[in-house]
């Protein structure tokens, strides 16, 4: 899947997504390589915030190993992860806010 972005004020928001792996763990070496593409975007843009989706897979141990490696390589940013497990709170506050529905719609679309 082709990263896309979501952003408000001076968070960012990604959604990845193995769908061929559907509430399998991600590839460990698609998300490294995704996560070093994440870094690169941190550090030109700056945000406060970034949160990283993944409507359809869960995550394992290793790939919050990975996901934990990008949060000490950008202390600087809060960095946040959503399985598809957790997407539903989510999902939840967003909505509660009104925020984001474009984000909120693309999501509910992934996990069909």
């Keep these: 899947m082709e990263p896309t972005h979501y952003t408000q004020g001076k968070y960012i928001y990604e959604c990845k997504s193995s769908p061929g792996n559907t509430d399998g763990p991600i590839n460990n070496n698609s998300l490294k390589i995704w996560t070093s593409d994440a870094k690169n975007l941190l550090k030109r843009q700056q945000p406060s915030g970034f949160r990283y989706i993944f409507p359809v897979n869960r ?54």
């Design 59 to 112: 995550l394992d141990s290793s790939n919050k190993e990975i996901l934990e490696k990008l949060k000490e390589d950008c202390p600087g940013v809060d960095i946040q992860y959503y399985d598809c497990d957790s997407v539903d709170r989510l999902i939840e506050a967003l909505e509660k806010v009104n925020s984001l529905p474009e984000l909120v719609a693309y999501i509910k679309q992934a996990r069909k």
